[in-house]
């Protein structure tokens, strides 16, 4: 069977990735208790010590499971300290960390100057607000806000808080500013003007408001059992993918259909086997990362739509055929295209 591609060599548990505006052509992920820039050929930690658990600011910081990160500026980047409660601000043009808010090491729900964190998991910037940034709780079931310009910079507000939310892990927003999050074991929706939660994908709704989706669509969608789900990324405007971390399964969310689609990424994993703990994702013009328990998965393609790739590529793997011939790739095209109206091309695989 062909195999997937590994971004690197070096083992690396990514648990979230992003593009690195500091030095462009890298990426920038979190990875057991650091902070780390890599390119195919090497890596630099450049906060916190990989395997190292602690709570450090100045130039030898130290994180303690640190989940999510956003970069506010190209050489700015705010880490949520998940384990440890706090906000933290990596200067990586002097290699300084400070604590910006939350008090580290002391869990609690506050908010003001004096603001207290319970296990901070994401941060991504309001894209409705440019001089604040949203942070989930794992625990708090809370969405927060914090400001990052003027005389309030570092003041925590609560944005959204609802018992539909605990476990909140990641999140994405949309071009109107609505929240797709995860949290439990569901997908949910937050309305950006009031606030309102509304379940997404998940086994049961109990208690919560009414839907902003179609009832009779939103039945089937709900039937999905899901474990753990994180790593949301998007798409397009209208779809994301989300990691399934509990059933090593990635899954496409489309928001138009109300559909969720599993993708057999499995056929890629270079053992041959299924997924080991799928957790995050960087989707960019013509490359998918796929950050997984002990590796970071790499696909290159000419991209103009990420399910034909998978697709294509996943029937040609199954039956041990190479994707270079044409005739097969074609069929599987051709197959795929009852599923899908819009028009894609095939891509080759690194």
């Not at 690195?20 to 390119?39: K, R, V």
């Not at 689609?261 to 703990?277: A, P, R």
Request: aromatic residues 14%.
């Amino acid at each position: 069977m062909t195999s997937a591609s590994a971004f690197s060599t070096i083992k690396y548990y990514a648990e979230h990735i992003e593009l690195d505006e500091y030095q462009p052509g890298n990426i920038l992920f979190l990875s057991w208790h650091s902070l780390q820039t890599a390119s195919k050929d090497n890596s630099q930690i450049i906060a916190g010590k990989r395997g190292v658990a602690g709570d450090a600011a100045g130039l030898d910081a130290r994180f303690r499971w640190p989940r999510g990160f956003m970069q506010l500026t190209q050489s700015n980047v705010i880490i949520c300290d998940t384990e440890n409660h706090c906000l933290k601000l990596v200067d990586r043009n002097n290699g300084n960390t400070t604590t910006i808010a939350g008090q580290c090491s002391a869990p609690g729900y506050q908010d003001g100057v004096t603001a207290r964190f319970n296990f901070p998991w994401t941060a991504v910037l309001d894209n409705q607000n440019s001089c604040r940034i949203f942070v989930s709780e794992n625990r708090n079931c809370t969405f927060r806000t914090v400001n990052t310009c003027g005389k309030n910079k570092w003041t925590v507000d609560t944005f959204a808080k609802s018992a539909e939310l605990d476990l909140l892990r990641d999140f994405i927003q949309g071009i109107n500013g609505d929240i797709f999050a995860s949290a439990n074991d569901a997908l949910y929706y937050i309305n950006y003007q009031t606030q309102t939660v509304s379940m997404l994908v998940g086994s049961q709704l109990v208690g919560l408001q009414e839907s902003a989706f179609n009832e009779t669509q939103e039945s089937a969608f709900n039937e999905t059992q899901l474990s753990k789900p994180q790593g949301l990324q998007w798409v397009d405007s209208d779809s994301f993918l989300v990691a399934d971390l509990g059933n090593d399964i990635v899954y496409y969310c489309n928001l138009i259909e109300l559909s969720l689609t599993s993708l057999d990424l499995f056929l890629f994993n270079m053992t041959g086997g299924q997924l080991n703990q799928p957790v995050s994702f960087l989707l960019t013009n013509y490359s998918l990362y796929l950050g997984t328990y002990d590796k970071i998965l790499y696909f290159q393609c000419k991209l103009y739509g990420m399910l034909w790739i998978l697709y294509i590529y996943g029937m040609c793997f199954k039956h041990s055929i190479r994707c270079f011939n044409s005739i097969p790739a074609m069929h599987y095209l051709l197959e795929f295209q009852e599923m899908v109206s819009q028009t894609f091309s095939i891509c080759h695989f690194l």
